[in-house]
């Protein structure tokens, strides 16, 4: 198992907010129990448009994110976990899964297509 915060080519750490596309990449290379934090904050505060911590680019694409991490879980691919730091501070990670035998052998090539 790879270290918490797993840094991915394209997107190195703190430099710039993890792309859909990315995310997708990055599971499509990991391995069963790699981890990646794709988040750090407060998704419920900084995803509501009525609490405008964000430019809207910036906080439609965090729920873009957000959205594509849990289709990911929902298609079997990975679990979705949190770590607390402090209030309202929160790492959110993804964790690999084993690839399910149901789950058609592209579909992860779809998601990332979709994501692109």
Do not use: K
């Amino acid at each position: 198992m790879m270290d918490m915060d797993t840094c991915i080519p394209d997107t190195p750490n703190g430099a710039a907010p993890l792309s859909e596309a990315a995310l997708c990449a990055w599971l499509g290379a990991a391995a069963p129990g790699e981890r990646l934090a794709y988040h750090r904050g407060f998704l419920a505060c900084e995803t509501s448009p009525l609490t405008q911590l964000l430019p809207d680019a910036e906080r439609l694409a965090l729920l873009r994110l957000a959205h594509r991490a849990w289709a990911l879980a929902e298609a079997g691919l990975a679990h979705l976990v949190q770590r607390r730091h402090g209030e309202e501070d929160y790492s959110y990670l993804i964790v690999a899964r084993r690839r399910p035998r149901h789950i058609v052998p592209n579909r992860l090539s779809q998601m990332l297509a979709e994501a692109a």
